[in-house]
């Protein structure tokens, strides 16, 4: 079974950074894409930042220019490097992985959730 931990969620104040972990208990390279979505309280769970086995990035428009995915092989993690943080980005954060078997074979896996909350 594919296991995701998050790690590095909590509170800062507008302006300031968090950063992101995700680390996996399989090769990242098992997956087709990985990414962080984020869900605030009465919202739908949107995409954040994804990044592809090749390395192909895509960001929500509300966090191009502030958040940066990257990821680690060696270690197996994703992460999500955040900038000038606004109260609106507080939210649960979850790690998401993505495996495409075929235009209509596809399986998700999720992270507990880390939250991040934003406030002066």
């Known amino acids: 079974q594919v296991q995701l931990v998050e790690s590095g969620g909590g509170l800062v104040q507008p302006g300031e950074s968090l950063r992101l972990s995700c680390a996996a208990s399989?090769?990242?390279?098992?997956?087709?894409?990985m990414g962080w979505y984020r869900q605030a309280p009465g919202k739908e769970r949107e995409l954040v930042a994804e990044?592809?086995?090749?390395?192909?990035?895509n960001y929500a428009d509300s966090v191009k220019g502030r958040f940066t995915i990257s990821r680690d092989s060696a270690k197996n993690t994703v992460n999500l490097q955040m900038n000038s943080l606004k109260s609106e980005d507080t939210a649960v954060y979850y790690c998401n992985a993505r495996v495409v078997y075929g235009k209509n074979s596809r399986s998700n896996y999720w992270g507990q959730g880390t939250q991040v909350t934003v406030s002066s």
């Open positions: 990044i592809t086995n090749i390395d192909t990035t």
């Open positions: 399989a090769s990242i390279f098992s997956f087709n894409a």
